[in-house]
């Protein structure tokens, strides 16, 4: 069996952008699952509000790289991880540029190649996600902290990823070609978001552990 962890924030959670979860099997991890079928087992590490390394004075920790290695060491055995972070990076509050956003979601990857796993266990392999847009309207969304600047900076976000992924040798998902934010809450996405992301992982995730 495959252990693949997916490590992320609100969009991995599965937040409705009505109010509320997602039930498992409509959101993109569970969706997932079903199109892998028995042969793969997927953790889900979503937490709301989660960057890829910044402490967040407002929402408390939500720090993704002092998380991540509690995560990694506690499911060991992984054969892959799928990092989706930098949504919140876009926060105002955080200033950062696109460039910065993407260097930091690639220390992740950096720490899950790096990471001292014990010589029972294999390094994984990982899939680098860049994240969903967010929406034109987000300023406005009932969950704060983005101003409009942030729709710009998320556009910019997909080649950045895709060449941090290149340079360190990782498998690529752009979420954004198969996935947009809902017109809800301009942040977050709807049920049939999370599908059409589900059957895009699957591909990706069979061809990063070929």
């Known amino acids: 069996m495959y252990n693949i962890l997916c490590f992320g924030d609100s969009n991995t959670f599965g937040t409705n952008p009505a109010g509320g979860r997602w039930p498992w099997e409509q959101r993109w991890t569970g969706l997932l699952q079903n199109e892998l079928g028995s042969s793969y087992r997927i953790i889900e590490d979503g937490c709301g509000g989660r960057t890829t390394g910044l402490d967040d004075p407002i929402e408390g920790d939500r720090n993704g790289l002092r998380h991540l290695g509690v995560s990694l060491h506690s499911h060991r ?8 972070l930098g949504t919140n990076d876009m926060k105002h509050r955080f200033s950062l540029l696109p460039i910065d956003i993407a260097k930091s979601a690639a220390r992740l ?3 899950v190649q790096q990471y001292a796993y014990g010589p029972a266990y294999p390094v994984p392999k990982l899939l680098l996600v860049s994240p969903i847009l967010l929406g034109e309207g987000v300023s406005h969304s009932i969950y704060t902290g983005f101003t409009e600047d942030g729709v710009e900076v998320s556009r910019q976000l997909a080649p950045l990823y895709e060449e941090q992924a290149r340079l360190h040798g990782w498998q690529y998902l752009d979420a954004a070609r198969y996935a947009g934010p809902s017109a809800q809450d301009h942040l977050h996405m709807e049920a049939a ?3 059409a992301l589900a059957r895009a992982m699957a591909e990706a995730v069979r061809e990063a552990l070929k």
């Open 109 to 111: 990857g950096e720490l």
């Open 193 to 195: 978001d999370h599908a």
């Open 77 to 84: 055995p992984l054969d892959l991880v799928i990092l989706m």
